[in-house]
């Protein structure tokens, strides 16, 4: 199922940039992410994370975007018999570097930080621990304008973060729609 929505959100944007005038992705952003990763050693988890960019124009088909993901709910990592594991929220700003390949497709490499909250206990009560950690982020995206001021998205995140000395590294593919102003 994720991997038709994949390709049917990818055929979708093949599809339509033809209709999309010549768009330059810069302004301010406001969207919608829809996703999954999946982190080493654990189960996969899925991502609804609110949107915010501001993308500004460096080059005639060279553009910048800064961009802020909230996913604000919780998701379970692991449980078993011992306990479980539970990532409670991420919060992303990311450096998103594109060229315009076609008037209304921009490919581009992104590099972000991340702040993850992690919780781990057992189901018996004799142990608990959370913590708050920095992370980072580096991967590749594409975006198209289907129409004017209206985007879609398809991107590739590798995570990697620190819990309790261990380090969790996830992959996430996302689908993302994001409105222009």
């Known amino acids: 199922m994720k991997k038709f929505t994949l390709l049917a959100l990818s055929a979708a944007i093949v599809s339509t940039t033809a209709i999309a005038s010549d768009v330059n992705f810069t302004d301010l952003g406001i969207g919608v992410g829809v996703g999954t990763t999946k982190y080493e050693g654990a189960k996969r988890i899925a991502n609804i994370d609110a949107i915010v ?32 594991f539970e990532q409670r929220g991420r919060l992303g700003v990311g450096y998103l570097l594109g060229y315009k390949v076609a008037p209304s497709i921009l490919p581009y490499a992104k590099l972000s930080g991340e702040v993850v909250k992690f919780k781990k206990y ?3 009560g004799s142990y ?19 129409v004017p001021n209206f985007e879609l998205g ?19 593919f996302s689908t993302s729609a994001t409105y222009r102003f």
Do not use: P
């Open 53 to 84: 960019d501001y993308g500004f124009q460096l080059d005639e088909n060279v553009v910048g975007i800064v961009e802020g993901k909230l996913k604000a709910h919780d998701s379970k990592l692991q449980d078993n018999a011992y306990g479980r």
């Open 122 to 124: 057992a189901h018996d």
């Open 128 to 146: 608990s621990a959370s913590d708050t950690n920095l992370g980072y982020g580096f991967g590749a995206g594409v975006k198209a304008a289907v």
């Open 154 to 172: 398809v991107e590739y995140l590798r995570t990697g973060h620190r819990f309790e000395s261990t380090n969790i590294k996830g992959n996430t």
